[in-house]
């Protein structure tokens, strides 16, 4: 029933957006001649609207000249989301409904705890959302990195299930929050970074490069879930993340050291909460 509910929804929502009408993109065209008027200079005048070829060639040509920090943030926050995103959907449910046993019932209540959780990085982040500079955004990799490890714990020492359960839980919900921190600094960093003109290409992107890591990451923890104990995925996991974060700390020391200027009119209000996932 949930399934037909969805399906509904999904052609509902396409159908609504079939009624959408965008207006094509306006320029100011100003006649330097002598003899032009004051009307001829202040006509817009409207231009073809851009393919979606030139856009990304423009959003790349744009990453790899002018802003190059910002392409190596976005791989390395891709990079990031592939063992977290990839991780958390996959071994959550593998290691409390396969491994440990439980049921349905207690499954849905540990999901709930860790999607509370989420919802508290929400406002923590939000509430030191002035204090979360680019310089901070390998402490909160490095904190992902450590939340991972009391999965690990829990299966190296022999501890009773609920103990289990509950360093399980733990760690995912410590997980969920540092991510939020690690979202909060990087896209209000990329936004205003970029030009105003691009902003919408390169956030795109970036949720082009996200999107692409999640079911990458699903498929290859599946898999590994599969063959290998939980006790060594989240030792590598951890151990991976924090490798990750070592080789680019240089990065975020010097992240504006090396790029150009962006002359845009864009304040400090550009720090904003952003969706993930």
């Known amino acids: 029933m949930m399934l037909i509910i969805s399906i509904t929804g999904f052609y509902a929502t396409a159908v609504l957006e079939c009624f959408l009408r965008l207006a094509p993109s306006r320029r100011a065209e100003h006649d330097s001649a002598a003899t032009a008027t004051d009307e001829d200079t202040s006509k817009?005048?409207?231009?073809?609207?851009?393919?979606?070829?030139?856009?990304?060639?423009?959003?790349?040509?744009f990453l790899t000249h002018?802003?190059?920090n910002i392409l190596k943030l976005m791989l390395f926050a891709t990079a990031v989301n592939f063992f977290v995103n990839g991780n958390s959907p996959v071994g959550f449910t593998y290691m409390v409904r396969a491994t440990l046993g439980f049921n349905a019932t207690i499954y849905?209540?540990?999901?709930?705890?860790?999607g509370i959780a989420g919802v508290a990085g929400a406002f923590i982040t939000g509430a030191l959302a002035s204090k979360l500079i680019i310089e901070r955004f390998p402490a909160a990799c490095y904190a992902i990195a450590v939340c991972v490890l009391p999965c690990a714990v829990a299966f190296a020492v022999p501890f009773n299930d609920w103990t289990r359960l509950a360093l399980?839980?733990?760690?995912?919900?410590?997980?969920?929050?540092?991510?939020?921190?690690?979202?909060?600094?990087?896209?209000p960093a990329i936004q205003m970074r970029t030009s105003e003109a691009l902003t919408g290409k390169v956030m795109a992107m970036?949720?082009?490069?996200?999107i692409c890591a999640m079911?990458?990451?699903?498929?290859?923890?599946?898999?590994?879930?599969?063959h290998v104990p939980p006790l060594w995925i989240t030792l590598v996991t951890a151990a991976a993340i924090a490798a990750l974060t070592l080789c680019a700390r240089s990065l975020f020391a010097h992240f504006d050291?090396?790029?150009?200027?962006?002359?845009?009119?864009?304040?400090?209000?550009?720090h904003q909460s952003p969706d993930v996932s």
């Open 66 to 68: 002018k802003q190059p």
């Open 206 to 210: 970036v949720s082009s490069l996200s």
């Open 215 to 226: 079911p990458l990451g699903q498929m290859a923890y599946g898999w590994a879930y599969g």
């Open 257 to 270: 050291a090396e790029t150009e200027p962006q002359h845009t009119t864009r304040g400090n209000s550009r």
């Open 168 to 187: 399980i839980v733990a760690s995912f919900c410590g997980m969920i929050i540092a991510a939020s921190f690690t979202t909060i600094i990087a896209i």
């Open 108 to 114: 849905g209540i540990s999901e709930g705890i860790v």
């Open 44 to 61: 817009d005048i409207p231009t073809a609207m851009p393919t979606p070829i030139e856009d990304i060639k423009e959003a790349l040509r």
